[in-house]
């Protein structure tokens, strides 16, 4: 089937990752209204029959790293759904499904890691980054060319979310959390936190310096509520346990069709980090104390040795440090680990650490 037609019909996934079908771009109404643009290959952008100034521009995108396969069949239910009329957004939306080369060879990535070339357009040297750049496009587009810019008043900007959805590579002590990029702009606001927290999202991790991935792009250019979700583990398509996303997806699909979410906060609930450090690989010595698939969120006492590199030996912080994505195969110059500890934070439109 062309992939046009595929993807009217529902099937954006398939269509997708056919790389032997030429891409053939469209739009097209549904009679409810909703109105659909299928810009490039894997770039849905979807628009509500009305909009007014609560109307969100909401981003929803998997598959950046190709072997995280869980949260793509997430974006192909809701793709679907939304494609087959039984869902109706009361949001803009762009789905994306970011990598089909890497999703197809069922790798993190071919040559570099992409989400760490969102800090710049890159040179196209390569396909990570050829669809970088493409995606920073999509973005791009989609927040500047947005017909709710015209129903602000006094250059308030339009309510901007975006949620790139991952998962982790190991075990965690939290099954699901979230990422909060970090963004001298009001990123983190309490509807933010309580979307997080009623689709039971285990904890939140505050991120202190700015990162180069694709949702700080957008809350770092656009004030988007960005976050990198992980949910779970990855497992090959077609092989992940979705019930257990299930409170997330259906509090996600809430997010997109209803106008607005009730705002709650318990801080018993949910588990929040804040990163105190990122150890960078300095060399091909990097090293862990630890075997390297130590779970997310184990726990160091302080004064334990974590890792050494060339020599120099990383230490746990007083009060302890959990960490988080060590990693020490990464390109030298990269993120090792993140070292984070828990923190309180006081709710309010905008979340911040207690300090
Ligand atoms: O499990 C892992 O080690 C990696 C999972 C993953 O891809 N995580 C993201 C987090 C991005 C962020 O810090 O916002 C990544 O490493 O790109
Ligand atoms: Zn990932």
């Given amino acids: 089937m062309a992939s046009l037609q595929s993807v009217k019909e ?4 398939t269509a997708t990752l056919d790389l032997t079908l030429p891409f053939e771009a469209g739009k097209w ?3 409810s209204g909703v109105a659909f643009d ?15 100034a609560l109307t969100k521009d909401i981003i929803i995108s998997a598959g ?13 239910e809701m793709a679907q759904s939304l494609l087959q009329g039984k869902l109706v957004p009361a949001h803009r939306l762009l789905l994306i499904i970011g990598h089909p080369q890497a999703i197809n060879a069922h790798t993190r990535f071919i040559d570099e890691n992409m989400n760490r070339l969102f800090a710049e357009r890159n040179d196209e040297t390569n396909i990570d980054r050829i669809n970088a750049n493409q995606l920073q496009y999509a973005v791009d587009d989609f927040y500047q060319e947005s017909p709710l810019l015209t129903l602000q008043h006094d250059q308030v900007l339009p309510d901007r979310w975006h949620l790139d959805l991952h998962c982790a590579i190991r075990d965690s002590v939290h099954y699901t959390f979230a990422v909060s990029p970090y963004s001298e702009k009001s990123t983190r606001s309490g509807a933010l936190f309580s979307f997080l927290q ?31 979700m992980e949910l779970g583990k990855v497992a090959r398509l077609g092989e992940n346990d979705l019930i257990r996303l299930a409170p997330f ?23 929040v980090y804040r990163v105190t450090r990122s150890l960078a690989k300095k060399s091909d010595d990097f090293s862990f104390t630890f075997p390297s698939n130590q779970a997310n969120f184990t726990f160091f006492e302080h004064g334990k040795l974590l890792a050494q590199d ?14 988080v994505f060590p990693n020490p195969n990464v390109a030298i110059g990269q993120r090792a680990c993140l070292l984070v500890q828990q923190t309180d934070v006081i709710f309010g439109e905008q979340v911040t650490i207690a300090k």
């Fill in 198 to 228: 009623q689709a039971d999202i285990e904890a939140i991790l505050l991120s202190s310096a700015p990162s180069p991935t694709f949702s700080w792009y957008s809350a770092e250019n656009y004030g988007a509520q960005g976050l990198t």
């Fill in 249 to 271: 997806s259906d509090v996600m699909q809430q997010l997109v069709c209803c106008e607005t979410l009730p705002v709650s906060w318990d801080d018993s609930a949910t588990s």
């Fill in 38 to 52: 299928l810009s490039h290959r894997g770039i849905l952008t979807i628009t509500p029959p009305k909009v007014s």
């Fill in 29 to 31: 109404n549904l009679e």
């Fill in 10 to 13: 529902g099937g954006f996934l």
């Fill in 64 to 76: 950046v790293h190709g072997d995280e396969t869980g949260p793509i069949e997430l974006v192909q």
């Fill in 310 to 323: 060339c020599g120099v030996e990383y230490y746990s912080l007083e009060g302890g440090e959990a960490v």
